[in-house]
């Protein structure tokens, strides 16, 4: 371990506290000239449960706690972590980016093209490049589960999965009535709701779900065997068991305990659904998700969405920065992305636009208020998500460094995260600018 000042400020961010700790658990990896400079699993995954506790699930059918997924105990490397927003810039964006290398897709694209339903609508006219930047006007949030009457599902509503083209074709219906905050590529606006529109898209050009396609053609080539979405429609991968990391109980916040009942009324998955939630040691309620996404307009979708959903462990995603930092090449010199779409990617496009957030396609660039902290280099660019995840590269520093935390075991209304993250990244830059790492 070389970082001795980036590791002291995760490890005095790791507790049980919610007044003084960020997180119970945490895993960092930095990687500096293709060499791992740090590689730290700080604090517990999940609490130890109480011998013989008993777990009854109030969504769903009884459920064990903990469940044979769940990552117990002391944190480790290799433990698997809902990405949250990760999603939009390790499967979404570059996916877009694949297909636009692959003659399939343009920027400048509007979204009636390819859904017609959209035509006339708000929607309809903005662009992929819009909806990659954030500036397609749509708010933060689209609700599907509070218009689930308003998504159709042809065909069979069954555990198998047989309504998932009604939902996504469904979703992007919902989106397209919603009202736009400003004129589309005038200002800044964070937006989910557009990433799942980006996610369908994928799917409706590809002929295959997100899920697959990103694993195909981005996953396995860069050899992240422990990356990938966790659908619904199938049992959790085998080799996942006793390595996820639990997120957040649904009961914690009206939202969640919203679309938890909206999610059961419905009936779809229900068994998965239920064997993807434990209890906490010492209650009775099963509640706490564990392999399947927190968001609930991805796990609306089956788990499968363009803004959230993806799990993936510290070292898979540290293989995912490097590619960037070789011009879009993996380990075996195969082109993944071609130069061109990961120079595009890097590139700001927002300046000009109300809001103060620099965006390249899918990544945020440097300013004051984000994670890549006070020392970022101009040519730094990165990503956060909800659950206390971030992955961040330098190529001129050739660093790429990887967060990973479970916060939202502690509480989601914690704001020490956003500048836990600068901390940490302030000193990464610090002590990477002052050795000959």
Known sequence: MVLNYASQVITAATGSDPNRHAFRGAVAVVIA???????????T???EPEPAAASTATSGPPSAAPASQAAVGPMRLDYIFDLASLTKVMATAPSVLLLVDHGLLALDDPVQLFFPQAAGTPLGLVTVRQLLLHTSGLPQQADLFASAYRMPCPGPADANGGCRDGLVGGAVSVISKMRLLT???TNVNYSCAGYIVLGAIVEAVAGCSLHDFATENIFEPLGMADTGFFPLDRPLPATACGRVVPTESRSTNPRASAY???FTQRGLWLDEWSARHIAAPGSSIADTACGVVYDDESGWLGGVAGNTGLFSTARDIAAFGRMWLHEGAGPDERQVLSGAAVAAAKRCYTSQCSGGDMRGLGWQLPSADKSLGDWAFPDSFGHAGFTGTGLWITPSLSLVTVLLTNRLQLSRDCNRMPRLRKLFN????????ATSI
């Open 183 to 185: 004129p589309p590529g």
């Open 33 to 43: 000239n293709d060499r791992p400079v740090l590689e730290l699993a700080a604090g």
């Open 426 to 433: 302030n000193a990464v830059f610090a002590e990477v600018t």
């Open 260 to 262: 938890a009942a909206a």
């Open 45 to 47: 995954a999940w609490p």
